[in-house]
């Protein structure tokens, strides 16, 4: 029904820079939420940061001031700039989206499959 793909990882050096996308395409009747979690190796999946229809964003602490989340609502991407990253940035990164699916009125939770990002020192 919906599919969320997520690109632009890869690897970058310490200080340096990436910006991930994420497009949703299927049968999708509204975009509510966008967000990117990340999973380093051997620990949880943890968020990143949040967008919502009206524009509100929060990030996590350990990101606030280094990364930047945005959207282009008539293309559904979603887009995730990462400046000034260190090796604890290295993680696979997660697409996730709370999505009206034509014909439905429930908002349902997507996700990607997924991007990996290494930095290294």
């Known amino acids: 029904q919906v599919q969320l793909a997520e690109s632009g990882g890869g690897l970058a050096q310490s200080g340096g820079s990436l910006r991930l996308s994420c497009v949703a395409s299927g049968r999708i009747q509204g975009i509510i939420d966008m967000a990117w979690y990340r999973q380093a190796p051997g620990k949880e999946r943890e968020l990143v940061a949040t967008m919502n229809l009206s524009g509100t964003k929060n990030y996590a602490d350990s990101v606030k001031g280094r990364f930047a989340i945005s959207r282009d609502n008539p293309k559904k991407t979603a887009y995730l700039q990462m400046n000034n990253l260190t090796p604890e940035d290295t993680a696979t990164y997660y697409c996730?989206?709370?999505?009206?699916?034509?014909?439905?009125?429930?908002?349902?939770?997507?996700w990607g499959q997924g991007t990996a990002v290494t930095v290294s020192s």
């Open positions: 996730n989206g709370r999505i009206i699916v034509s014909g439905d009125v429930r908002v349902r939770e997507f």
